[in-house]
C-alpha cells in the first residue's frame, strides 16, 4: 500500500518545523518551494515533515493557526511537484525523544494525552487533505521500554479518534529505543490495514553517528572509515529481522521513517552504508525516507555530498 500510494523513497525536512529555534526566519524560510522542486528531481515520492507541538499550539493549548498554515502550503508545494507528504508529530507536551527538551509526564498524564488526541484531530481536519496523498506518523521515537504498555494504548485510541476524520489515510506507529526495528514486536496488532509499523535505523551507531557529540560516550573525534566498521554482509538481514516477522505475523507493511549517515563520515564512505541498507529495503519490500535533506549534521543537499550525489540517490 505504501509504494502503491507513493510513499516508497523519501527525504525527511529535518531541522525546519523542529528541532530549531522557531524564528520566523527558520520556518518562513529554511524550506520553500524550489526545495520542493529539487526533492522531486531527485527522483523521489515523497517528504517526511517532522513538527513539534510548540509550532502548531500555544503554551495554552490553544491553536497557532500561522503552524497549521505552514503545514499545508508544504503539502500544497508537494502535490504542485508530484509528491506526497508524511506528517510526523515530532514533539508533543509531555514527551520528546530529546531529554534536553525536558519534556516529561507524556505517558502518565490524562491531560497531555488527550491535548495529543485534540492536536492530532486538528492536524487531520486542517492539513491532511487527500488520503492517497498524506500519511499521519503519531509520535517520533518512543524512547524507553517502560512507556510501551501505556503507547499502545495511547496509539490505539488516537487512531479511533482520527479514523472519525480521515478513515482512508495511512497511518505510522512507531515503538519503543527510539522506533528500532528490535521493537517493533512490542506494538499492537493494527487496527486495520492502513496501520503501519515504522521503525529507524542508524545501525552500526559507531559508523552512522561518528563523531556526534550528542551520543554518550562518544567521542568528537572519533572517526571510522566504512571498511574499518567490519559490517558483515547479512548485518541489515539481522537487524530488521524482528521487524519483518512481526509485520508478517501481523498483516502489516513496514516504513523506515529515518535512516542515514552523519557528515563526519566521508561521503564516499557513507554512499558505501547507502548500498548496502538499499540493498536490503529491496529485498525486503521496506519504505524507506533518508534523514535529511539539509543539514542537521546528516544532509544530503549539502555541498559536501555534491561529489557523490548522482551515485548516492538512487540508493535512497
Known amino acids: 500500500m505504501l509504494k502503491e500510494y507513493g510513499f516508497q523513497r523519501g527525504v525527511n525536512l ?3 518545523l523542529s528541532q530549531c529555534d522557531y524564528s520566523r ?7 520553500k ?3 520542493i522542486a ?3 528531481s531527485w527522483g523521489l515520492d ?3 515533515i517532522p513538527v513539534d507541538y510548540n509550532v502548531l499550539e500555544n503554551g495554552d493549548g490553544s491553536w497557532r493557526d500561522e503552524g497549521f498554515a505552514l503545514i499545508s502550503r508544504a503539502v500544497g508545494w508537494c502535490r504542485a511537484h508530484g509528491l506526497n507528504t508524511v506528517i510526523d508529530l515530532h514533539k508533543t507536551a509531555g514527551f520528546s525523544f530529546d531529554a534536553d527538551e525536558q519534556e516529561v509526564g507524556f505517558f502518565d498524564s490524562p491531560a497531555y494525552q488527550e491535548r495529543f488526541y485534540r492536536l492530532w484531530e486538528e492536524l487531520a481536519a486542517r492539513c491532511a487533505g487527500d488520503s492517497r496523498h498524506v500519511a499521519l506518523e503519531l509520535l517520533n521515537e518512543v524512547t524507553d521500554e517502560s512507556f510501551i504498555t501505556a503507547w499502545n494504548r495511547i496509539a490505539g485510541e488516537c487512531i479511533r479518534r482520527l479514523r472519525r476524520i480521515v478513515p482512508d489515510h495511512l497511518i ?3 515503538s519503543y529505543h527510539n522506533n528500532s526495528a528490535h521493537a517493533v514486536p512490542a506494538l499492537d496488532k493494527p487496527a486495520d490495514d492502513k496501520v503501519i509499523y515504522n521503525f529507524h535505523c542508524y545501525e552500526p551507531l559507531r559508523f552512522t553517528h561518528q563523531g556526534a557529540p550528542w551520543v554518550r560516550e562518544m567521542d568528537p573525534a572519533f572517526r571510522l572509515p566504512f571498511d574499518e566498521a567490519e559490517i558483515p554482509a547479512d548485518f541489515f538481514d539481522r537487524v530488521f529481522e524482528p521487524a519483518v516477522r512481526a509485520a508478517k505475523e501481523n ?4 516504513y523506515c521513517g529515518e535512516y ?3 557528515d563526519r563520515a566521508k561521503p564516499e564512505d557513507a554512499v558505501k552504508w547507502y548500498r548496502m541498507i538499499h540493498a536490503a529495503f529491496e529485498k525486503y519490500g521496506i519504505c524507506r525516507c533518508a534523514w535529511s535533506y539539509r543539514q542537521m549534521d546528516f544532509g544530503l543537499s549539502d555541498p559536501r555530498m555534491d561529489a557523490v550525489r548522482d551515485e548516492l540517490l538512487p540508493l535512497l
Open 260 to 262: 542515514g549517515v552523519i
Open 46 to 48: 515523497h517528504v517526511r
Open 14 to 16: 529535518g531541522g525546519w
Open 25 to 31: 526566519e527558520r520556518l518562513e524560510n529554511f524550506i
Open 33 to 35: 518551494e524550489e526545495d
Open 172 to 174: 505510522l506507529v512507531g
Open 251 to 254: 498483516g502489516a507493511e513496514l
Open 38 to 40: 529539487r526533492i522531486a
